[in-house]
């Protein structure tokens, strides 16, 4: 539904650039039949009233004609509409409204545009001059000549139906001739980028993050489809090595990605041993749903339930009612577990590159995974778990968050704002909220952490908890002993 919603405003813009130079002009339809001229004798009686009925046409054939029309006019229509098929096929798409407006900057590339959406950005444009020196030096690289960048273009030709069909846009305006161009622009340019990745050789150092960044936005991205295609292209040769190859180029560049700033400490060598990695690798669609990939490798089933319970207390709160907090090794971070008052969670390491990167997926989820948001239901029970600076403090503390923002605050901040226009009515930690929320509802934990908290703080406190109790049990004692005497 949400595909349809915005193919059909961007069919709207699109048909009114179209009909502007004809605004004003009368259009000879060049029809010579009697029948036509009575619709439009008809028409012309009907203008400027408010309705006009053909109810009252007393010519038969008039009418058959005019209902012939309007049942041509609704199957055109609906030959424009996108198949379900096509809904299937789409996985790139524009970033709604309501979660761009949060932070753009977020899900706007900064440096370099990968495919139609940013196509005309004026203030990246400079970067299109690069993707040509790269095209130049890869065509007059060994081994590469004029056949093989016709079997290239050839190759892009016979996909350019799938590959405009993964848009969520149809981009009618951009000819086939120029979209088959881009395609075969920016792919080369990608592959260039993950060849020299590691040994920069036509890009400067302190591009390739900002690069690397612009490649991870669910607005900048190519079918994974044709980028490996290509590339199995150009190295067509190597055969089967040469798919394991590009799998050690992308895993490296994007798993690495995901290790930074996710937890994920996946190394080169064991991407390209695992044989569950390679075919993460081969299912996703692009880059951005392959980071998403990364993220759930390893996650525990879970049921995705409608309404669900959410969590009502904080990090801070919980602890009040004696929950205790623990990091585990886990490396993945949706695998979190409530089990006889602890509260088990994989680490969370969070630089400046975290929000853009959870920002896109939890995007890509709300457009093409709403039945299995996993890492939106993360977020959210993170939002609810933490209120405050003082609750990223208590995680902190406890070894579940490492975060080089500088300030707690910060970190509080982003996180609560995560989910700001994004809905939740669907969510994989429903019951282990309401297990955590019955905890903290009753009494008896209450008065048992309060126990522990004040007089068992540490043990020094604990000692002279335990003295003191001694020291007035004794004076009990030698009280009841000298009223005996008396009597």
Not at 43 to 50: F, L, T, V, Y
Not at 329 to 353: A, M, W, Y
Not at 423 to 440: E, L, P, T, V
């Amino acid at each position: 539904m949400k595909n349809d919603v915005e193919q059909a405003r961007a069919s709207n813009m699109e048909d009114d650039e179209s009909s502007a130079p004809n605004k004003g002009k009368v259009i000879d339809v060049g029809s010579d039949s009697d029948i036509d001229k009575d619709i439009n004798n008809l028409s012309a009686s009907n203008k400027g009233k408010d309705t006009a009925s053909t109810s009252s046409i007393s010519n038969p054939e008039l009418k058959i004609e005019i209902t012939s029309r309007i049942l041509e006019q609704l199957h055109d229509k609906m030959e424009g509409m996108t198949s379900q098929q096509d809904r299937a096929d789409c996985c790139i798409y524009r970033v709604p409204k309501s979660l761009r407006g949060v932070n753009w900057k977020a899900n706007t590339p900064l440096l370099i545009s990968i495919g139609p959406l940013h196509r005309e950005t004026k203030r990246i444009e400079a970067m299109q001059n690069h993707k040509w020196r790269c095209f130049k030096e890869f065509t007059e690289q060994d081994g590469m000549n004029e056949e093989k960048i016709r079997d290239l273009v050839i190759s892009i030709q016979n996909k350019e139906k799938h590959i405009r069909i993964c848009h969520s846009e149809k981009f009618n305006r951009i000819s086939s001739c120029d979209f088959i161009e881009m395609i075969l622009l920016d792919a080369v340019f990608i592959i260039k980028f993950l060849n020299e990745y590691q040994q920069p050789n036509h890009f400067e150092r302190r591009m390739m993050f900002d690069i690397r960044e612009d490649l991870i936005l669910l607005e900048n991205q190519l079918p994974f489809s044709i980028i490996r295609d290509i590339y199995q292209e150009i190295n067509r040769d190597l055969q089967d090595a040469t798919w394991e190859s590009f799998l050690d180029l992308v895993t490296y560049v994007f798993g690495k990605h995901t290790g930074d700033i996710a937890t994920f400490h996946f190394e080169k060598h064991k991407f390209s041993q695992v044989a569950e990695t390679r075919q993460i690798v081969k299912g996703s669609k692009h880059f951005t749903d392959l980071l998403r990939s990364f993220m759930l490798k390893g996650s525990i089933e879970r049921r995705y339930s409608f309404n669900p319970i959410k969590l009502k207390y904080s990090a801070v709160m919980l602890r009040k009612a004696g929950v205790k907090f623990q990091v585990t090794q886990d490396k993945c971070l949706v695998n979190i577990k409530f089990e006889k008052g602890v509260l088990k969670i994989p680490r969370l390491e969070v630089d400046h590159s975290f929000e853009r990167l959870v920002r896109n997926i939890m995007a890509l989820e709300q457009c093409c995974y709403q039945r299995e948001a996993y890492v939106c239901s993360y977020i959210k029970f993170m939002d609810h778990l933490i209120d405050s600076a003082e609750d990223v403090g208590l995680l902190v503390r406890k070894g579940i968050i490492l975060h080089w923002l500088g300030d707690d605050a910060a970190l509080s901040n982003m996180i609560n704002k995560f989910c700001e226009n994004i809905g939740d009515n669907y969510s994989c930690f429903g019951h282990i909220s309401r297990k955590i929320n019955s905890h903290y509802e009753s009494r008896f934990n209450h008065t048992k952490a309060s126990l522990k908290l004040i007089y068992f703080a540490n043990i020094w406190r604990g000692t002279a908890t335990v003295a003191a109790a001694i020291l007035l049990i004794l004076t009990f004692i030698q009280t009841i002993s000298s009223v005996k005497l008396l009597f």
